[in-house]
């Protein structure tokens, strides 16, 4: 499926903001085993000890190969370092390879589970598991999104999307059957729906020279999510790349990257 994909060509590229240091790092820590796989994560922390808030990191799709240590990507790295600076824990983590969408709820569950793994040891990671927030990446939309809006639980305060699949629907001729419920439970903005009660805020980056598809689902997301009077910040990078947070060094990506990491602090009331 296209659009499922890295985020980056060159997976060890920082963001094009460049990154502060200073975080407490604790890497590859297991939080599931499977068919013989430990799925890692790593957990960065602001450099005074307290009780912050967490951004989980949900990279998109690849290959397995590519895919396996996603969590050491340079952006992702980034990210936990510029998070930690907010006052917020970054977790970024490794989740299996589903190209072409077809083991989306078996993403999902890897998800929770990383989720979970940091709650369950709050108090060692030094996190407030009720003050919890979602940045989403390229394909990651299906299984990291989708299943947490459309069911929020009561720790979700916020969710980014960059470059994110908000909508499988322009990707119907390319799933393998294109069953209407399947697009419907994978796809974002079914949280959208009437009958979906409680959205968090969201914020959406969108790369101007995008895929056609993420285009037209992100465009199609913007559109109703307005019309229902969710709490909603665009982002557009009109000139932007797919990855363009690594991709285009550029004002507009740098002023993107810091204005997600100042919705991140005010709704999960960083420093409080």
């Known amino acids: 499926m296209g659009g499922f994909a890295p985020q980056a060509p060159g997976l060890s590229a920082p963001t094009v903001l460049p990154p502060p240091t200073g975080a407490r790092v604790e890497r590859d820590l297991v939080y599931r085993t499977e068919d013989g796989r430990s799925l890692r994560l790593d957990i960065y922390r602001p450099p005074r000890a307290g009780t912050f808030p967490v951004v989980f990191l949900v990279n998109g799709d690849a290959p397995e190969e590519i895919i396996a240590t ?3 990507w340079g952006v992702f790295r980034s990210y936990g370092e510029h998070l930690a600076a907010r006052g917020i824990v970054g977790v970024p983590f490794n989740h299996r390879s589903g190209v072409g969408g077809q083991f989306a709820a078996e993403q999902a569950a890897e998800v929770r589970a990383a989720v979970a793994f940091v709650r369950e040891r709050a108090a060692q990671y030094e996190v407030d598991p009720m003050r919890i927030g979602l940045w989403v990446f390229s394909a990651g939309g299906p299984f990291g999104l989708a299943p947490l809006l459309q069911r929020r639980p009561d720790w ?6 960059f470059y994110t699949i908000w909508d499988l629907e322009p990707y119907r001729d390319q799933l393998r059957p294109p069953i209407d419920e399947r697009i419907r439970r994978w796809s974002a903005i079914t949280a959208l729906d009437p009958d979906t009660p409680d959205l968090p805020p969201l914020l959406v980056a969108r790369a101007g020279r995008d895929r056609p598809a993420i285009l037209i689902g992100t465009d199609t997301f913007i559109h109703r999510a307005r019309e229902r009077g969710v709490d909603l910040v665009v982002l557009d990078h009109p000139d932007g790349q797919h990855g363009f947070d690594t991709r285009d060094d550029d004002e507009r990506s740098r002023e993107i ?7 991140f602090a005010r709704h999960l009331e960083a420093g409080q």
């Open 70 to 72: 996603a969590k050491d």
């Open 156 to 161: 979700l305060r916020c969710a980014a999307g």
């Open 257 to 263: 990257i810091d204005e997600t990491l100042t919705f």
